[in-house]
């Protein structure tokens, strides 16, 4: 199937277009920051942090919260109540940062590790537990918290987020000038989906239909034990010229900074400028899954150096090095942190076993009567069992 090259793809678009485009790989400056490691602001020619110090203290709830609910799970996986877990630690203000940029209407494709993106979309954690513990049968409805279900298959949700991206435009809710209306997609991966077949057909079909799309890779620098210098002989987000559309990227430690280019990449996509390709430069600081063991293949100095760019740590900093919190809001924060553990350890325990039949529930708006016959044929497959066990009675 071929694809047609609009004119528009080469538009990156007015000021924003000139922010995001050829200057960052041509000597412009490479990596965008706003606040250090030490917890001191900083200031960037093209991108700027616009809310104020209440929402930064958000921003660290949020990311203590989000870093608890992976504590949590991981230690739930090695009791025993989960099958497994992706953990998500070092990579908290990538997740925020770009969450908290979305609009209510815009939609979130992620991968397997987007917690913290899922709980700025208000989904309860124990829903994802309930996927990883094998009671869930993925049958949410994505249209609580525009949050799609969680993908297995490395890379295919991106293109799952431009074909529903070019469903919005032809819905007509992109470049209405209506904030409130214009609406956008964000598909979430990591670096090694980066090299996968499916990646780079996205970002075809994206520049080739100008969709409303942000494609946000979070490259934690390991594909489970493969480093990024194994996988692209270039920056990532330098790729992304050679499809049609800018690229930038961001200190994925800093939570101000993963706020303000996420919020100017989907302002592109609203107005109608096209895709945007996004790379937050971060560390994973756990394991691939809790089935993974990263001391195999990576050394432990180089954790010690990611640990000194704790995202949570430099928020931490800031806020109180300006005397902006006393004790007691870390305090209260942790109080917090205490009852979504405890929360998450009862509810993980407590979730039931789904209904066989309940798969069919989920797979069409409408069913349909194929798919009808099929449940109806399995019900009479299940209960074929009852009646053996009544008759062994």
């Not at 706020?259 to 390709?277: C, D």
């Not at 109806?376 to 009544?390: D, I, V």
Request: glycine share 10%; net charge negative; with cysteine.
């Amino acid at each position: 199937m071929g694809v047609q090259v609009t004119e528009s793809n080469t538009d990156f678009g007015p000021d924003l277009g000139e922010v995001f485009g050829p200057s960052h790989a041509d000597g412009g400056p490479e990596l965008v920051q706003l606040l250090t490691p030490e917890g001191e602001r900083v200031e960037h020619p093209d991108f700027s942090f616009d809310l104020d110090d209440e929402a930064i203290k958000g921003f660290y709830r949020d990311m203590v919260l989000t870093r608890r609910i992976d504590t949590e799970a991981t230690a739930l996986q090695r009791h025993g109540e989960l099958g497994i877990w992706a953990q998500l630690l070092g990579q908290e203000a990538a997740q925020i940062g770009s969450g908290r940029a979305l609009a209510p209407q815009d939609f979130v494709f992620p991968t397997y590790r987007e917690h913290g993106v899922a709980w700025c979309r208000d989904v309860d954690p124990l829903r994802l537990l309930g996927l990883f513990r094998g009671v869930d049968q993925g049958g949410w409805d994505p249209n609580d918290g525009n949050f799609g279900l969680y993908t297995i298959v490395i890379g295919a949700q991106t293109l799952h987020a431009v074909g529903y991206a070019m469903g919005m435009q032809r819905d007509g809710v992109v470049g209405t000038g209506d904030p409130e209306r214009d609406a956008a997609v964000v598909a979430y991966f990591g670096d090694g989906a980066s090299s996968q077949g499916d990646v780079n057909e996205s970002f075809i079909f994206a520049a080739s239909y100008n969709a409303p799309v942000v494609f946000f890779c979070q490259n934690n620098q390991w594909a489970i034990s493969e480093p990024i210098e194994r996988q692209s002989r270039i920056p990532l987000y330098q790729r992304a010229l050679g499809f049609g559309f800018p690229g930038v990227r961001v200190d994925g430690n800093d939570v101000l900074a993963c706020y303000a280019v996420t919020k100017a990449a989907l302002q592109r996509a609203h107005e109608g400028s096209g895709p945007t390709f996004v790379e937050a430069y971060t560390y994973r600081m756990g394991a691939h899954t809790t089935t993974d063991d990263p001391t195999r293949y990576r050394l432990s100095e180089d954790l010690e150096h990611w640990k000194l760019k704790d995202p949570i740590a430099r928020v931490h900093a800031y806020l109180t090095r300006n005397g902006l919190v006393d004790e007691a809001f870390f305090a209260e924060v942790e109080e917090e942190a205490e009852r979504l553990g405890e929360h998450l350890r009862a509810g993980c325990k407590a979730l039931p076993e789904p209904d066989p039949l309940s798969i069919f529930d989920h797979v069409y708006v409408d069913q349909t009567p194929e798919l009808a016959a099929q449940k109806e044929g399995f019900a009479a497959y299940l209960a074929s069992f009852e009646g053996h066990k009544e008759g062994a009675r």
